[in-house]
């Protein structure tokens, strides 16, 4: 096999994050599922959008922003996303670049517009967020590039992708050319309620042997294995794929790999800022270490280390110099 042009190479929504403070109040007054993902239509967008007071915009996307993480690490990486030809999708590409990702989608005339995330986050650091997906939804098979993905040495997926017909199509292609090529694909399971609409999907993916590496917190845990406690969920699905990691808050993260397994603590925060990200920036770090065939412990608390990172502030891609923090913490 030729050396790999790219650690990893993310399909995902190209989306950009509007983030505001808000009160608990207001999250009950615009009958908002707290501290959840709701995607929502362009009505509801603009109803939202007017209800929030000043915000921030950020380009973000689950694996996008994972991206940037390992991006801040040192890793090389690309993303493959759909943006439109408006001034968001403007925002986004230049965002992904400026951060070290190459970003080739061509971007998409006419309606819809590039996809956004009004997210409102509360004082106790909890974000709700509320997607309208535009764009996004948008991205054919013919935007993917066969010799970039066999190129990397990870094809990284998010499961909130899954659920418009033309990405999901795209993904599985995507899929076929990294297992074609001897790469591994790694999947995120994003949400319990995309696990509500696709789990079967994602069962038959883990059973054909499909997915090598897979990353869940405990409540998607729950819903793919369909077992109210953390073990017995641990052990129903560990077996099936070759690396399992599973997040869990404040009570740290737990990974099997081809049989071994290691746990880690949850890194300290002096204040929970904003909760948008942890999960895209610990697959972020464990992917980092995965990649230079680091030590699962270690790769565990990369992770770790990056979530914590992002949680301090407002925003999901990394204000730090991760990497600088990283060798600091992990000597």
């Known amino acids: 096999m030729p050396e790999p042009r790219y650690d990893v190479i993310a399909i995902g929504n190209a989306i950009v994050d509007v983030m505001a403070p808000c009160s608990d109040e207001l999250i009950e007054e615009l009958g908002m599922a707290r501290g959840g993902m709701t995607l929502i239509d362009a009505d509801r967008a603009r109803e939202l959008y007017d209800a929030m007071g000043p915000a921030r915009e950020i ?99 998010e499961g909130y992708l899954w659920d418009p017909d033309e990405p999901r199509a795209a993904m599985r292609q995507a899929i076929e050319h990294a297992k074609s090529a001897d790469r591994k694909v790694a999947f995120t399971l994003s949400d319990v309620f995309v696990i509500s609409r696709y789990g079967d999907d994602f069962r038959a993916l883990i059973a054909d042997g499909m997915i090598d590496i897979l990353f869940a917190n405990e409540s998607e845990l729950g819903a793919i294995t369909g077992e109210n406690e953390f073990e017995a969920g641990m052990a129903a699905l560990a077996g099936k794929v070759p690396t399992l990691v599973v997040t869990r808050g404040e009570q740290g993260a737990v990974a099997v790999h081809e049989g071994e397994r290691a746990e880690v603590a949850a890194e300290p925060v002096e204040q929970v800022v904003d909760t948008t990200g942890a999960g895209d920036l610990f697959a972020a770090g464990f992917l980092y270490g995965f990649t230079r065939e680091q030590p699962l412990a270690a790769c565990l608390r990369t992770g770790a280390i990056a979530a914590a990172e992002i949680i301090s502030h407002y925003g999901a891609r990394p204000e730090a110099d991760l990497a600088q923090l990283v060798k600091t913490k992990l000597g």
């Open 59 to 157: 380009s973000g996307g689950s694996a996008a922003n994972t991206l940037a993480g390992l991006s801040a690490l040192g890793a090389q990486c690309a993303f493959v996303g759909q943006v439109a030809d408006d001034q968001l999708g403007q925002v986004f590409a230049h965002d992904i670049r400026a951060a070290g990702i190459d970003f080739d989608t061509s971007p998409r005339p006419g309606e819809p517009p590039t996809a956004r995330c009004l997210i409102f986050v509360t004082p106790d650091g909890q974000r709700t967020m509320n997607t309208f997906l535009g764009a996004s939804q948008f991205l054919p098979a013919d935007a993917l590039e066969e010799e970039a993905i066999g190129g990397a040495k990870i094809l990284y997926l």
